[in-house]
């Protein structure tokens, strides 16, 4: 299944991945063929079988509610590229 | 004093024939002198390392040792090392200081073992021969001119060249067993569950686990010993209990029953390699166990499964790495968007990024049904055909890798044959199974590995049959040329 | 031609759990940034989230509150997109299968009850906050919320009114408060409102395209962003325009909503089923287990207070409005048990003007409920008067103090001794003399108005305290003369 590069453009978008114009027909190639090969799956019919999201299919383990975390900003901190204040800073943006 | 297995060290300590301060010096030597050959470490902390060696000796002296206790070891730079540089090999991740401790790490150092250095690995585990690294590829210690597999390559080829006496590794598609293979060391991936992923940093959550490289199953058996456990920080660890896989490594093999699927003897697979797993369970059947053959039909779909599963999970993973409140940020970005996609467009390599586009693409709306939801399907139907294999026999034997060692260079444009080399492992990770690979043969030279594959939670199982093989074999006892002691 | 609006809400109600949805941090507002945000709440490289257990219990809670079925699985999901205080980049939320579905509750509006069906109702976590006053050219993270528990409740399309939203919005902030599962502040964002609107001519069974004004935080701006909405819409239609299906603000301001800048592109959120944790499996004998802690309800409560004391369906449907005004009630009964009517008169009349004046809730009342209680006491046995009863309570609210102190201190006894009454009687009809004979040259019929002038007469001799009943007779017998 051929892909195209607008396709390329929109996907790169929603995954938010700055892809250099000359990089768009490489992707394009390499994922008709990836999907060409996950194409294959179509073979099987699967009508009656259920999906498996979890190898084990166990129930989820809960947590009680008790707080054992403590204020480590700091710690966090030091290996953000930019803060002021306590606060992760960005450019600015509209909401 | 390279060269001796683990446990050897571990007798060795003991006795207080050997400080871990003189293991860990003789390690650290090893790694500085061969690591630009190999480059199988991203980082060394030598001054760390001899401080732990030290706290050891101390707690020998005490004769309050445990058996992992002073034993060096190297963790591939997946897990979380607080406050270490903990990188996935990627440019997103380089300057990365972990601020806590991986699970499988914590207890690891509780057991008393000593860091030596992260190892190398493809970027973000994405990958099959270690060539998908920020800091480079790994070589093979048996041809330097050949790739270690992947993604744990890092691990297997400091195990494989006796720099460590054992490594930490992950294994998502393949990735403890096919370099396991490629290097001529043991690697366990152990059943999904079974070591906590808290700290073990995700590319495909329902896929990842984590486990040991090693010269020997019972080196693997030790380490496993103190990696496992329920951790009440993963949702997904089970609550399960751990045996003591030492106890078991001796148990007789005499009645056990293997199966081997003959889907798995394709014409893909090297004749040597098919011939040495052949071999090898002609002497297993020799020691008493008896092979039949058993049937795992859809094992052709495994790959296409697995590529949808895994991407459309690191699709999501991935996407904490917008440059906000670690790892790369772009310079001068204009606005909110310009950071996220020029960030991560720079912060992760080709490989990486093709993998977040197809797993997006696979979730994206009209898509969802054809490929996520078909996969998962799939994914139960390899799962319950293993099942039912696992009903007849006590463990399943294939090759791991349809080839040996595979020359650097020679697959990275071509990435539907780089996944093709995870054929033999795949299924595996999609069924949460446990599964060991041992080395069992060589061609032209280089290692041929064979897998155990078991029950759910029957790592002691798999351990004790590999065992029982390394007894009767010495395959895994062979050093690659050109390292010396 | 006329229109007839369909109105669904979305609800997103914090729960008030001690640690987050996901992590151990605190779930707590107000504090310094990013101080409560621990590395899973960070979304760090290799965390996990692990449910907390009390946010089930919640959400089972409420979906057995509004008669809504328990999924016995409910998954968990990610919903991704990238947004600047969204760490993982996804949400997790639930998906397909919710915890809570199929529910529904009763809505009082102008006298009569609707019936309005509880879609669903599911768990998620809140993202972080952006704050972008004080910061020049950029804008700071603050990811304290983040992780913090929610449940997101969502209505059918069955409102018919702004009215009826907000009666809904009401029942349902009336009902999490009662329940306790969150504090319902919506000045914190405790309680926020999305509102879907649409339009469409009256008796017409299909839907109009709909818009969804997002995060209104008062019962007051929802009735008047979808009044507006509503308006807007018609305006649309009716001058040959369609309405476009978008995201909408309220703007409290102006008055009026606009589309969300930012956020037009059609989002394609990649839901699916999160790896990192199991279903959520409960059974009967759970939830049997919460159905036995659950509190009586507000219209359970409202039938008992009508059928034990004899209240009306107003005023039992004003005291159970929120739990604590019921609880507050309740206790004050305590005090006077045979009066259950007064006392619900004087809790709707002095101290709700009294709470209302100074803005207060009912749980920061300056008079305690067994207070109210006493007071009641002496008005109903006649030692003080109605009105003198508003002045006692006027010295409880601003000073403190016992009732009978109040009374016996300022001397506020009621005088019921008929010849102290008689005295002040004689006194007024001698001091009035042309009003006496005008009452007693007019006509039978006419003097009953006219006996008000010496009552007041009285009254005000006796600084209020003489009992109005006996001073009436007394007044009446001697005019006769």
Known sequence: MPIKKTQVREIAWLARLAIEDEAMAGYAKDMADILALVEQMQAVDTSAVEPLAHPLEIAAQLRPDSVNEENRREDFQQTAPQTRDGFYIVPRFVE | ?485 | MKWESVIGLELHVQLATRSKIFSGAANRFGESPNTLACAVDLGLPGVLPVANEEVIRMAVMFGLAVDASIAGQSVFARKNYFYPDLPKGYQISQYELPIVSAGRVQIQVDGTTREIGITRAHLEEDAGKSVHEGFTGSTGIDLNRAGAPLIEIVSEPDLRSAGEAVALMKKIHALVRYLEISDGNMQEGSFRCDANVSIRPAGESGLGTRTETKNINSFRFVEQAINYEIDRQIGLVEAGQEVIQETRLFDPDRNETRPMRGKEEANDYRYFPDPDLPPVVIDNDYIESVRRQLPELPEQKQQRFMETYGLSEYDSSYLVANRETADYYEAAVVAAPEQPKLVANTVMGVLSASLNRENLDIKDSKVSADKVGNLVIRIADGTISNKIGKQVFESLWEGGGDVDDIIEKQGLKQVTDSSEIGRLVDEVIAGNEAQVQQYRNAAPEKRGKMIGYFVGQVMKKSKGKANPKQVNLLLAEKLEK
């Not at chain 2, 470490?41 to 206790?69: M, N, R, V, W």
């Not at chain 2, 808290?198 to 990842?208: E, R, T, V």
């Open chain 2, 1 to 485: 004093m390279s060269g001796y297995t683990l446990a050897e060290l571990s007798r060795l300590l003991r006795e207080r024939a050997i400080s871990s301060t003189e293991i860990v010096k003789s390690c650290l030597e090893r790694a500085e002198r061969h690591n630009g050959a190999l480059n199988c470490f991203i980082s060394l902390f030598p001054e760390h390392a001899l401080e732990q060696a030290k706290a050891a000796d101390s707690i020998i002296a005490a004769g309050k040792a445990g058996p992992l206790t002073g034993i060096p070891v190297a963790h591939k730079d997946i897990f979380c090392t607080a406050g270490f540089k903990t990188s996935c090999a990627s440019k997103m991740l380089d300057s990365f200081i972990a601020p806590y401790q991986a699970t499988a790490m914590a207890k690891l150092d509780a057991a008393g073992t000593v860091m030596i250095g992260k190892t190398n690995m493809d970027e973000f585990a994405m990958g099959s021969s270690n060539e998908n690294s920020f800091y480079g590829p790994v070589s093979n210690p048996w041809d330097t001119e050949r790739v270690p597999g992947g993604s744990s390559g890092g691990s297997a080829c400091a195990v494989s060249a006796r720099i460590v006496p054992a490594a930490t590794a992950t294994d998502t598609g393949g990735s403890i067993r096919q370099p396991a293979a490629l290097c001529g060391v043991t690697g366990l991936k152990p059943t999904y569950g079974r070591v906590s992923r808290y700290g073990m940093i995700a590319y495909a959550s329902s896929l990842d686990q984590g486990g040991p490289i090693a010269q020997t199953a019972q080196d693997a058996a030790m380490l496993l010993g103190s990696m496992s456990g329920f951790d009440p920080k993963d949702a997904t660890s089970a609550d399960v209990r751990v045996d003591n896989y030492l106890d078991a490594l001796n148990n007789d093999i005499r009645g056990l029953k293997i199966g081997v699927p003959r889907e798995y003897f394709t014409p893909e697979l090297e004749q040597p390699i098919s011939d040495a797993v052949t071999a090898a369970l002609s002497l297993l059947e020799q020691a008493g166990a008896s092979v039949i053959d058993v049937e795992l039909p859809h094992t052709d779909l495994s790959i296409p499964v697995y590529y949808v599963i895994a991407s459309a999970e690191c699709s999501s993973n991935l996407s904490r790495y917008d440059g906000v409140r670690f790892g790369h940020r772009c310079p001068e970005p204009k606005d909110i968007n310009d950071l996220f996609c020029r960030s991560r467009g720079e912060g992760f390599g080709d490989e990486v990024k093709r993998r977040i586009m197809i797993g997006t693409y696979v979730l994206s709306e009209g898509y969802y049904d054809a490929y996520y939801l078909k996969a998962q399907r799939l994914r139960r139907v390899l799962r319950d055909e293993f099942r039912a294999a696992l009903d007849l026999v006590d463990v399943i034997v294939t090759p791991t890798s349809p080839t040996t060692a595979f020359p650097l260079g020679s697959r990275i444009g071509d990435p539907v044959s780089m996944y093709l080399s995870d054929i033999f492992t795949v299924s595996v990770n999609l069924a949460g199974l446990p599964a060991i690979s041992i080395p069992a043969g060589f061609s032209a030279g280089l290692p041929i590995g064979m897998q155990i594959i078991g029950n759910y939670f029957q790592e002691a199982r798999l351990l004790n049959v590999a065992h029982q093989y390394q007894q009767m074999t010495d395959w895994h006892k062979r050093i690659p040329g050109g390292w010396q002691l």
